[in-house]
């Protein structure tokens, strides 16, 4: 899991933050912190199914499978898996 | 329209010098090519350039009184002059000439400050009162026409343009200001009375200020009105249309009052399809109609524009927008806008009074102002719904209410969830007093992450939704969302953004002047007192508009889904960021002496859209703003040059210096 985890908050360093990673914790909400807003959520949706291989489907689309680190990352372990 | 200008300096000892105030003038050459006048006393120095639209022979300013003690510069229109002049002369008032402007000193001298509140018309002016060595400036309801001013060394300035001021060389260099930017990258633009530059102060709308050796004073005269339910209409939606068409019908034909031809611009939307079908089918069978074109299939309604110009048989021409050309046209929007940027929406509208001059046309009605006093706006009809949703966010069948506020948008299964459980969040929201913008305002202070180090530093504490929430007028909060946020809309978006970026400033950088008659200020206290479920019913938005217009417009009009007048971003940036007209602003030098912006994270920024073939709302915004900000500093503070005026010839010159 924290292989994942490192390179998705690199992702989302450089993608969404521009380079700076300060204030992102692991288990801080990316929509409440204003990291990424719908159109994110798909631009990261895109990285991750290109990346990894998988396919997230529609009803995949929840909170707890993609707003923050941890649950992005633990996601992709079971996806993976 | 014109420009005007002014210097006062209370201390009276004769120095106001033409050498300052003539630069002032010349840098407002393109508001008023035609003529240019300038008073000066050991108190006061006013300035004119002048666009002849009435009495085009002796209508040249200042204009004065029949003793010569009060004179007056006044840039735009007065629509109802006719009737006050007739009031005025029945009262004795002698007068020199037919203009509009000539009615204004003579109210004046009759009411004193509050004569402003006779007013029906879009106008900024600037009014000197020898005898009581008063100064006075006001500015319209809406702040249809700009007016700035700042001080420095006991002397107070105003101009129509901030670049007017800092032509008088009276300022010290400017400086831009951090509160100013984090405001427009909130709200798309400053608070009222805010410019982007430090100690220039913009007049709000609705405002007298006065100045005397006393000091100041400014005085709200007009605000945006609210109804409490009680005091809403007791009549028919039936009827309230007819009065709507009435209204609109006498706004329209007061602002076709000119001594040049009036032409209008024709979207293909509602707004200026009903206008201009009100010109055609009353006033002027043969008015000439202008429209933008976009290369884009989403943005253009080109098929719309043919049918009305078909059914009215008007001749109408229009202009293609193409994204090479706004591109091109950007770095002269903001040498006009004055400010940053977050959209591109300006450019077409720059490049579309340069082909209205070039037919020479200096006059056109628009459709400005429908969307905010009917109801037409999206972020209207979203607030609504998601305040109907987040009473029940676990209730799916409410939740998918969002998918129809942007269907051209959010297209397939994956952007649709996406999109409602974004609008889903943060329940509590909904009890918040700007409940219905927070949403793009949260979006749009996400380019705020690009500040430099220094611009985090000099807004640390600062919170410009705070500073908002000082100027609310007293209950705001128990107002229904729709009156809450028609008022954030009209006071921040239609009179601070859209009349500023969108209208005066495009039209008058070509010597085009615009007419909006869904501003005309008895519609808006007449809709006051409609209740606002008739103006949005369930999703329909502008509803008694659409009433209003229902034997004047086909229903192929009035009823087309809703198209918000916009223009490409991403697309016309992306490719061109190196181009030469950019390169400069954008450089990793220019960007460090600016200090706003971090130039590492811009770069990344920049790479990311060069290397993509799209880019998200909020990213294009931000490149919009960067390189906004990035002219705005190259234009203004790092290379402003003064305009020569040795070789201005004056229409009127009077020298009172003397005594």
Known sequence: MPEYASEIRQYITDRFLFGDDEKLGDDDSLLDAGVIDSTGILELINHLEERYGIKVQDEELLPENLDTIANISAFLGKKTA | ?659
Request: proline share 6%; glycine share 8%.
């Open chain 2, 1 to 659: 329209m014109c420009g005007i200008a002014g210097i006062f300096d209370a201390r009276g000892e004769g120095r106001i010098a033409a050498a300052n105030l003539a630069p002032m003038v010349a840098a407002l050459s393109h508001r008023g090519p035609d003529q240019r006048g300038i008073y000066l006393d050991r108190n006061t120095g006013l300035g004119h350039a002048r666009l002849s639209i009435v009495d085009l022979e002796t209508g040249a300013q200042p204009i004065r009184n029949e003793t010569g003690t009060v004179w007056l510069v006044l840039n735009g229109e007065i629509y109802n002059h006719p009737e006050l002049r007739t009031g005025l002369e029945a009262k004795g008032h002698r007068f020199y000439t037919r203009t509009d402007t000539e009615v204004l000193v003579h109210l004046y001298e009759d009411k004193g400050p509050d004569f402003v509140d006779d007013l029906n018309g879009q106008f900024a002016l600037g009014l000197w009162d020898a005898s009581r060595k008063r100064l006075l400036l006001a500015r319209d309801r809406f702040g249809i026409c700009p007016l700035y001013y700042a001080e420095h060394e006991s002397r107070f300035l105003f101009a129509s343009e901030i670049k007017a001021l800092l032509a008088s060389a009276l300022l010290p260099p400017p400086s831009l200001e951090p509160r100013a930017l984090d405001q427009i990258l909130t709200f798309w633009t400053t608070l009222p009375g805010a410019t982007a530059f430090q100690g220039i102060r913009e007049l709000p709308p609705g405002h007298v200020l006065t100045i005397d050796a006393a000091g100041q004073r400014l005085r709200k005269y007009w605000d945006i009105p609210y109804q409490p339910p009680g005091s809403y209409v007791q009549a028919t939606p039936q009827s309230v249309g007819n009065d709507i068409l009435a209204l609109l019908m006498d706004a329209t034909k007061i602002r076709l009052r000119a001594d040049v031809p009036v032409g209008s611009y024709l979207s293909g939307g509602l707004d200026s399809s009903g206008i201009t079908a009100l010109i055609s089918r009353y006033f002027n069978r043969h008015v000439r109609t202008f429209g933008v074109r976009f290369e884009e299939e989403a943005f253009d309604e080109g098929g719309y524009q043919k049918e009305m110009a078909g059914r009215l048989e008007v001749e109408h021409r229009e202009l293609e927008a193409s994204n090479a050309l706004i591109a091109e046209a950007f770095p002269r929007v903001i040498w006009h806008c004055e400010a940053p940027v977050l959209r591109t929406a300006p450019a077409p509208m720059l490049l579309l009074s340069r082909f209205v001059h070039e037919q020479g046309i200096k006059v056109v009605c628009t459709g400005e102002g429908a969307d905010e006093v009917f109801g037409g706006y999206d972020i209207f009809r979203e607030s609504l719904v998601r305040q109907f949703v987040l009473r029940r966010p676990d209730s799916p069948r409410r939740a998918r209410l969002f998918e129809r506020l942007y269907p051209q948008i959010f297209r397939t299964g994956r952007e649709k969830i996406s999109y409602r459980q974004f609008m889903a969040r943060d329940p509590a929201q909904a009890e918040e007093p700007f409940f219905s913008h927070l949403v793009r305002w949260n979006n749009t202070a996400r380019i705020k992450q690009f500040f430099s180090k220094e611009m985090r530093a000099a807004l640390a504490g600062y919170s410009a939704t705070e500073d908002l929430a000082r100027m609310m007028p007293a209950g705001f909060e128990r107002r229904d969302t729709l009156s809450k946020a028609q008022y954030l809309e009209d006071k921040l978006f239609l009179s601070n953004y859209l009349l500023t970026s969108q209208g005066d400033r495009m039209a008058m950088a070509n010597s085009v002047e615009i007419r909006p008659p869904y501003l005309d200020h008895r519609i808006i206290d007449f809709m006051a007192r409609v209740p606002p479920s008739w103006k949005i019913l369930g999703l329909n938005e502008k509803r008694l508009l659409k009433k209003a217009f229902r034997d004047i417009l086909p229903t192929s009009i009035t009823r087309r889904t809703k198209h918000p007048y916009r223009a490409p971003i991403q697309s016309v940036f992306i490719g061109r960021l190196q181009s030469e007209s950019y390169r400069d602003a954008l450089s990793e030098r220019s960007i460090r002496d600016a200090g706003v912006f971090d130039p590492e994270k811009v770069g990344r920024l920049f790479r990311k859209l060069e290397a993509a073939s799209s880019a998200s709302e909020t990213e294009g915004m931000a490149v919009s703003g960067i390189l906004s900000t990035q002219l705005l500093f190259e234009q203004f503070i790092r290379r402003f040059a003064r305009p020569e005026a040795s070789g201005v010839r004056w229409d009127v010159f009077v020298d009172k210096r003397a005594g």
